[in-house]
């Protein structure tokens, strides 16, 4: 199960969020290890109820409001979205989403948020309510932002697709073959989507200003690549590799792999923190996070 991470734009540290059960358990620190902080550098701010199976997280700084997509108890149960004031830390809201919800992603230019399900991507407003459902291909798991276009790009996983959609509309201008994506980033500096594929073993290059594939570039057999971040002070795509424990960069002026890490064992979520300039990896059978 993914367990995605947002940096809050209200304060200068990072917050992970650790799904357990049904709770979310706010954590606040510098977090610079895989250790338990030291005294006074952080603790639990809350532990909040939001239903079985919390998986994607997103801020929404224009309302302060924190989104989390629940699973639910069972596979293709009713998905919802459960809603966070962040002020409070306390649920505002819960709305009813397709079966399976998982990414949740927020579009800073029209100020709204998106939410995938099995084949259907929801739009939620300021005042938390959802605007439009959006069809797309069955198995949509990821989101990225395209800040040059302004645009919305969905992975569905099963359909090998990853579709555009125009926000300003709210609806589907472009839809790309990609070989069973599954995660999603966006690189700022040459406007690319890059879409990793662990079925596959590749990550495909998009150039969001055609909608069309550069290039795909092809990984070992059992490498399993997964979690994507970018590092726009390099230009380089950083690529969790779960079945090797190997993190692998990319250089974006060439879309070729120029190094690999060893992290821990099974390596699955990567995030960029643009605080430190620094990439955290989430190692899932190690329990312990790589800097």
Known sequence: MKIFTKRFNLIRIILLILAIGST????????????????????????ILVGDRPDGIAYNPSNQMVYVTVLGSAYNSPGKVAVIDGRSNKVVANLQVDSNPE???????NQQVYVTSSASV?????????????????????????SVNNDIYVASVYSNVVSVIDPSKNTVVASIAVNSPSNLV????????????DYAQTVTV???SKNGVVTSIQYCSYCDPEGLA???????VYVANFGTGTVSIISDSTNRIISRLVVGNNPFVILYDPGN?????????????SV
Do not use: E, H, M, W
């Not at 990414?103 to 230019?109: E, F, T």
């Not at 970018?230 to 380089?236: D, E, I, S, V």
């Not at 300039?277 to 996070?289: C, D, E, G």
């Open 24 to 47: 979310l358990t706010f954590f606040i620190g510098d977090v610079t290890s895989a250790r338990p902080p030291s005294s006074g550098a952080g603790g639990v701010l809350a532990t």
């Open 103 to 109: 990414a949740v992603l927020y579009d800073p230019a």
């Open 122 to 146: 929801s739009v939620i407003n300021n005042a938390n309510k959802i605007t439009k459902t959006i069809n797309v291909p069955f198995g949509a798991v990821a989101l990225a932002y395209d």
């Open 186 to 197: 966006y690189d700022s500096s040459r406007n690319y989507v890059y879409a990793s594929s």
């Open 206 to 208: 998009i150039d969001a």
């Open 230 to 236: 970018f590092y726009p002070a390099a230009g380089n």
């Open 277 to 289: 300039q620094r990439i955290y990896v989430a190692n899932y059978s190690s329990r312990t996070v």
